[in-house]
């Protein structure tokens, strides 16, 4: 998201801020009850990828999550308040946190539209507890940053959350605000650095032979309880590591991310260490937007073709292949299902289109339903992770054999990640086409849908194409 420098706004002055902030400090000196404020401020158009990258330090939590194709993009940094999460009750728990909250939530605009947040931002891992001891995430981790820089189209706004309690000292919280906002609205902020590094051997990985034979083998285990019986569709998922001269820089990996995947989510979470977790992912769980909830059945794929030609005859294919159509009815179904069993009535078309993506193209059946406005948007997170694009169906049998036969934890890999703002609006992807840096070092992951009729020669091929693509921005 490159944009070219437009007016700078009159900042308000620290008396302005300062008065605000009194108001809303005689509340709570009153009720002796603390208040996060939530100050929203109009910026002139910039970059909140690039804003993140100069502003954040690697030592405070940062979140992102960008919509190339919508023109939305939330750079989010610094915790104001975190709490973490785990066990078969995560997303209920973790919603009566941000409800409790929001309760305290006190948004005022400083020449700013309304409804620009604060934003809650979520990370889940697939299972409810994290096996692998390199993974520094918990199962479950809501935060509310203290900076967050929202871009909707050719609007910015920068989001100041305080707490404030009766003894805040609030000209050191002006003067904050107001140096923020200095920085943010600074000139570089309007374009992301190309950076470099190199991905040492191979930028596009391949799995070695003993790995290509274990992923088969895996492949032809679904496939046997397949005909079995045991199963209808199996996700295999494979993680590949590999290695830099240079530490990894993931502002610029996702700025490589947006430009060659436009039609992907854009998602990253860092920590307060050196560990990122980022990826394109194609796949929205859902989103909840004023009464009317919207996700995908994102299921079946094929390689985009070299010509034009060849891609329509591929699309045509994949449209008209009962293999990928019995894969992707078992996602569509299961989702329907499950809103139905939360009491909503889905609205879909019968047949599916096809989304092209810059290396793969998939079948796609966008599912909306109305929604009450008071609803809890982790309810419905939890009544669709996993969907079967993910895991499989049957979905306990399909998460047993995920836990028990895939060589590497999935932590953070195909889960829900998002945020959650105070009226109740929310968006979810699902955390697919991801990476894990850490250092000098990085873990690639990718997934297959196994249902009858599948080949594991071709899923080997389709694996390697997505690894390839992610490779190639780290590369």
Request: hydrophobic share 40%; proline share 7%; charged share 20%.
């Amino acid at each position: 998201m490159t944009v070219a420098p437009s007016y700078l706004p009159t900042l308000p002055s620290e008396e302005a801020i300062l008065r605000v902030l009194k108001t809303c400090l005689k509340s709570v000196q009153q009720s002796d009850v603390a208040q996060i404020v939530s100050l929203s401020f109009d910026l002139p158009l910039v970059d909140p990828l690039a804003v993140l990258g100069a502003i954040a330090s690697q030592q405070q939590r940062q979140y992102y999550l960008e919509s190339p194709a919508r023109g939305q993009a939330i750079a989010a940094w610094d915790s104001l308040i975190e709490s973490t999460f785990q066990g078969n009750r995560r997303f209920q728990v973790a919603q009566q946190w941000i409800e409790r909250w929001t309760r305290c939530l006190k948004p005022i605009s400083v020449g700013a539209e309304q409804g620009n947040g604060p934003y809650f931002f979520c990370s889940f891992s697939f299972f409810d507890r994290v096996d692998e001891p390199q993974c520094s995430w918990a199962p479950g981790t809501v935060s509310l940053m203290r900076w967050q820089v929202v871009r909707r189209h050719q609007r910015c706004v920068l989001v100041a959350n305080v707490l404030l309690k009766p003894t805040t000292h609030l000209h050191y919280l002006a003067a904050g605000i107001l140096q923020q906002l200095r920085r943010v609205i600074r000139p570089w902020n309007c374009r992301v650095g190309r950076g470099s590094q190199a991905v040492q051997g191979q930028v596009a990985p391949r799995l070695s032979e003993v790995e290509a034979i274990a992923f088969k083998d895996r492949v032809n285990q679904a496939l046997l309880a397949i005909r079995q019986g045991e199963l209808q569709k199996q996700v295999v998922a494979h993680a590949i590591d590999v290695s830099s001269a240079l530490p990894f820089q993931p502002i610029v990996s996702l700025h490589r991310l947006r430009e060659q995947h436009p039609d992907c989510y854009i998602f990253a979470l860092m920590g307060a260490q050196p560990t990122a977790f980022i990826g394109a992912s194609p796949e929205r769980l859902l989103s909840i937007r004023e009464g009317r909830l919207v996700t995908d059945a994102l299921a079946g794929s094929a390689p985009r073709g070299a010509t034009p030609l060849e891609d329509r005859r591929l699309a045509q294919q994949l449209l008209n292949t009962p293999k990928e159509q019995r894969e992707h009815q078992l996602v569509r179904d299961f989702i329907v299902a499950q809103l139905s069993q939360e009491g909503l009535r889905a609205h879909y078309r019968d047949r599916p289109q096809v989304l092209k993506l810059s290396h793969i193209q998939h079948l796609h059946t966008p599912i909306c339903a109305e929604v009450a406005e008071t609803v809890s948007p982790l309810r419905f997170v939890e009544a669709l992770h996993p969907t079967p694009a993910v895991a499989g169906v049957p979905t306990p049998i399909a998460c047993d054999l995920i836990r028990n036969h895939e060589p590497c934890d999935r932590g953070l890999y195909a889960a829900p990640f998002g945020w959650i703002d105070s009226a109740g609006n929310s968006e979810f992807i699902v955390s697919i086409r991801s990476a894990r840096l850490q250092g000098n070092s990085a873990r690639l992951y990718a997934g297959a849908g196994i249902v009858e009729g599948s080949d594991p020669d071709r899923e080997l091929v389709e694996i390697q194409l997505k690894l390839r693509a992610l490779a190639e921005v780290l590369g």
